[in-house]
């Protein structure tokens, strides 16, 4: 599960560029499911930018994200609404529409994100993974300027801990399907949702699946000792002993998809 936030962020209301086209704008919604708060990526330039996440619905945060540059589209991962709660007034503040997998978030005219859509923007492609599992509607997008390829993951893999699959919206088979996908994604930078950028997706896609297992495991092992009646809160107290108790509630959502997947037919 996340563990506190332990790293150093950019400041409030700051862009800072990471790759040659995508920027970083973080909002001040720190906490333990947030990490140092919602990464808000800028991509290309001031002339046509493209916003992913505008984060909460917070106006000074908006503020900035829509000053940076003319905002030609914004995309949403996914529905959680410390990703998308502020998408609806970015529209109004910039007009730019608002495309998302789920229908409603779509504002001013956006359409859907699918796995294989393609948005070119001034020669960067970027090209919608459908990556679900932390929720039905997750989608991740690779970026490719000819020279630097990076993966927009949302909150399917993180800058640092692990993630929640958001049972029932969210489903583990699912999700394991999205890490091998992400996996087998080769020399890209991992620009998260919360917390800092990580050098190879392939990496932690594999990591991610070992920390998955290992889970499962630990359930199984659960369930055998403390028997079939057992409830996830229970398997909670035993598996996620040494996790923050502030995450707690999110990780019974996990169990909750773990007990559904260990519970279907082989």
């Known amino acids: 599960m996340i563990e506190p936030p332990q790293l150093q962020h950019p400041a409030y209301g700051e862009r800072r560029q990471v790759t040659p086209y995508a920027a970083v704008v973080v909002a001040r919604n720190p906490g333990p499911m947030t990490l140092d ?140 399907a999205s890490l091998r996908l992400l996996a087998s994604v080769d020399d890209a930078v991992v620009l998260p949702g919360h917390g800092p950028e990580l050098a190879s997706i392939a990496t932690a896609a594999e990591q991610y699946l070992a920390h998955r297992h290992e889970r499962l495991d630990q359930v199984r092992v659960a369930v055998a000792r403390l028997g079939p009646g057992v409830t996830a809160w229970e398997i909670v107290e035993d598996v996620y002993a040494d996790v923050d108790r502030a995450v707690w509630p999110a990780a019974e959502l996990s169990v909750r998809a773990q007990l559904d997947y260990l519970a279907r037919p082989s």
Do not use: C, F, K, M
């Not at 359409?111 to 997750?138: E, F, M, N, Y």
């Open 37 to 176: 708060g919602t990464n808000t990526w800028l991509l290309g330039d001031s002339d046509r930018l493209v916003v992913v996440d505008p984060g909460p619905d917070d106006g000074v945060h908006l503020e900035t994200v829509s000053g940076s540059g003319r905002i030609e589209r914004v995309l949403l991962t996914h529905r959680h609404a410390d990703h998308s709660e502020g998408a609806r007034r970015l529209h109004e503040l910039s007009g730019a529409p608002v495309y998302a997998a789920d229908p409603t978030h779509r504002h001013g005219g956006g359409g859907g994100l699918a796995d294989g859509d393609v948005i070119d923007v001034d020669g960067l492609r970027i090209s919608v993974l459908g990556t679900p599992g932390h929720t039905s509607d997750s989608v991740s997008l690779l970026l490719d300027d000819g020279s630097t390829r990076s993966v927009l993951t949302g909150d399917t893999i993180l800058g640092q801990g692990t993630t929640v699959v958001a049972h029932p919206d969210g489903v583990l088979a699912d999700y394991l």
